[in-house]
């Protein structure tokens, strides 16, 4: 732990990195809500999976592939979310489809990129320790536009996830509402490819939010205690990875699934203590 600690004081990488981490916890923690209490996972998995198609094409075009990946995170939640809206009956046939082309279709752009020299593996499972610093610039403006947009429309939301039939009655446009909610979780899944890559973003999006679920039922509250999870699992996975020298992303979503187990854990302990009081006051 000292020998971390150390390094991070020394090391520019190391700093970066748990910047990062700050950022895609703050992103995480508000959008992963919305995704656990709305039950959008496999929604938010199609479009993790399908920005690789335009992380490639913008390699063969010589782009930033960070824009690369914006773009098509903004048009595959576009997309993921009229199916949702007005095709349920094929909706999980047809986000497979989008999840497995995207991919072929980023693999394949980038294989035919000239003096290809891409890590597909980084983009695969994440390397939170090769994040520079105008990374960091493009991530922090992605979290301002999440909070932004959540600080703005933070009731509408609220009644989208919880109530769309009394959203409707309450004239609110539900459908372009769900939409931007898709075009938020998007963004955070383009900040999370940095960490953990987008095999597992979804672990990272869905863990915190889904502890912070057990023990608060209100958003706001929910919204603040994943975000601080969302830290602790990638701060102590980061430890852990530097000191073990094993890859980042991967151990920080193992600290995440252990954290969500351990959480059952005491929310069962806690549950069966408070029936044991409510027997003996019987």
């Not at 090391?11 to 916890?25: E, K």
């Amino acid at each position: 732990m000292g020998e971390f600690f150390g390094a991070l004081l020394q090391y520019n990488f190391l700093q970066n990195a748990i910047l990062a981490g700050v950022l895609s916890s703050l992103a995480c923690g508000v959008t992963g809500v919305y995704v656990v209490v709305k039950r959008i996972t496999f929604i938010s998995g199609g479009i993790a999976h399908a920005i690789l198609g335009g992380i490639g094409v913008a390699y063969y075009l010589g782009k930033d592939p960070l824009y690369g990946a914006v773009v098509t995170a903004l048009l595959s939640a576009f997309l993921l979310g009229m199916i949702n809206l007005t095709a349920r009956q094929h909706e999980d046939t047809i986000i497979g489809a989008l999840w497995a082309v995207g991919m072929a279709v980023g693999i394949i752009f980038m294989t035919l990129t000239p003096g290809y020299s891409v890590d597909l593996m980084s983009f695969l499972f994440g390397n939170i320790l090769m994040v520079t610093t105008p990374v960091l610039r493009v991530l922090f403006s992605l979290d301002l536009v999440i909070l932004l947009v959540v600080t703005v429309f933070y009731r509408q939301f609220l009644l989208v996830c919880y109530d769309e039939e009394y959203a409707r009655l309450r004239g609110l446009p539900v459908k372009a509402l769900y939409i931007l909610l898709l075009a938020l979780i998007a963004l955070t899944v383009v900040i999370l490819i940095k960490v953990v890559g987008l095999i597992m973003v979804i672990a990272l999006l869905t863990l915190p939010a889904a502890v912070a679920g057990l023990f608060t039922h209100q958003l706001r509250h929910m919204m603040i205690l994943a975000s601080g999870l969302g830290l602790l699992f990638i701060l102590v996975g980061l430890v852990f990875s530097y000191q073990l020298n094993l890859p980042s992303g991967a151990t920080i979503v193992i600290i995440a699934g252990f954290g969500y187990l351990g959480a059952l854990g005491l929310r069962k302990i806690a549950l069966g203590f408070t029936r044991r009081k409510q027997d003996e006051s019987c």
